[in-house]
């Protein structure tokens, strides 16, 4: 495997369901990341994680939580979903020390909640 | 706080036609500005950065974008257009001073006219 990955791609659940979303990075980088894409707003960043600690949580309620058990390593745990949760979650990871920080993404995990 | 706004949400061009969306940004201190494509179906791919090195910047599939300081702007340009060019641009700011997140614009949907 190269790059970031996420599993699953896809992901239909209802709202009382419990249910993760994983990413992995294969880039040796030392921060990674969660981004929400919804349909018709721009990419909302979620959480920020700095070599496996958590540096940025932007205003996410709380049926979303993160886990960063390593620096290869981001899951989103998912919990009492509301519908208007539906959207591609996108992972990222960057190297801190490097010029201009840019972020590698996933393809992302497209969630639907009925 | 920083921002960008990206002019047009759809760009048609004819194949062959020259390229160019827009980008503005607003940062309190010198910006990390970048390009990022999004296919269909797919995670975010870089297109190119700036990193306060050379203002004008070349990135991959012919792109290439200058950075205005006295405009604040960032606008991406591709001498001809190419059918695979069809996809969703992105324009993302980053002030920097560590692992932080990217603010995205809206995103310009480019569309390529046979």
């Known amino acids: 495997e190269t790059g970031v990955t996420q599993t699953p791609r896809h992901l239909v659940m209802g709202m009382t369901n419990k249910k993760s979303l994983k990413c992995e990075q294969h880039?040796?980088?030392?921060?990674m990341y969660w981004y929400k894409q919804s349909a018709k707003k721009p990419l909302e960043l979620m959480f920020v994680?700095?070599?496996?600690?958590?540096?940025e949580n932007n205003s996410v309620p709380s049926r979303f939580s993160p886990e960063c058990p390593n620096s290869s390593h981001l899951f989103l745990h998912l919990h009492t979903l509301q519908p208007e949760d539906s959207a591609l979650y996108l992972c990222a990871s960057s190297q801190e020390g490097t010029s201009g920080y840019e972020q590698y993404f996933g393809p992302g995990t497209r969630l639907t909640v009925t | 706080a920083q921002s960008v706004t990206q002019l047009g949400s759809h760009v048609s061009v004819s194949e062959g036609a020259l390229v160019l969306l827009r980008c503005n940004y607003s940062s309190s201190v010198p910006p990390y500005l970048f390009w990022y494509v999004q296919y269909p179906n797919q995670g975010l791919q870089l297109l190119l950065k700036?990193?306060?090195?050379?203002?004008l910047v070349k990135g991959i599939n012919g792109f290439e974008a200058e950075f205005k300081k006295s405009e604040t702007s960032f606008h991406l340009t591709k001498p001809s257009a190419h059918m695979s060019d069809a996809a969703e641009y992105f324009c993302?700011?980053?002030?920097?001073?560590?692992?932080?997140?990217?603010?995205f614009g809206k995103g310009t949907h480019l569309i390529i006219q046979p």
């Open positions: 994680y700095n070599f496996k600690e958590q540096t």
């Open positions: 880039l040796g980088h030392n921060a």
């Open positions: 993302a700011v980053s002030v920097g001073g560590g692992a932080d997140g990217l603010t």
């Open positions: 700036y990193t306060s090195a050379a203002t």
